[in-house]
């Protein structure tokens, strides 16, 4: 088998190094976007983390004033129940 003449080991040497340059391109271009990308996911995840912070707190504010009511209910209960005793029963009590 014969060798390649040193024109033809030159010529596909300089194909070889404009591929390798036009990869190269390629990775830097997909670097970028993918560092841009990121960036865009770093921004939603940290509107979500807000977006949950503000959620627990309206949970937690619901569950005070839900708190709050079952107390008043069982106060109202237990009023209610004290008026029914006093009121006059029909059999003479």
Excluded: C, F
């Amino acid at each position: 088998m014969t060798e390649p003449s040193l024109d033809a080991r030159v010529a596909l040497l300089e194909r070889l190094t404009t591929q390798q340059l036009a990869l190269n391109d390629q990775l830097s271009e997909l670097t970028r976007r993918l560092g841009d990308e990121h960036a865009l996911y770093q921004d939603r995840l940290a509107r979500d983390e807000a977006i949950l912070a503000a959620l627990a707190e309206s949970q937690r504010l619901h569950e005070e004033r839900l708190a709050w009511h079952e107390a008043q209910m069982a106060s109202l209960a237990q009023t209610l129940a004290a008026i029914k005793d006093m009121l006059p029963r029909g059999n003479g009590h």
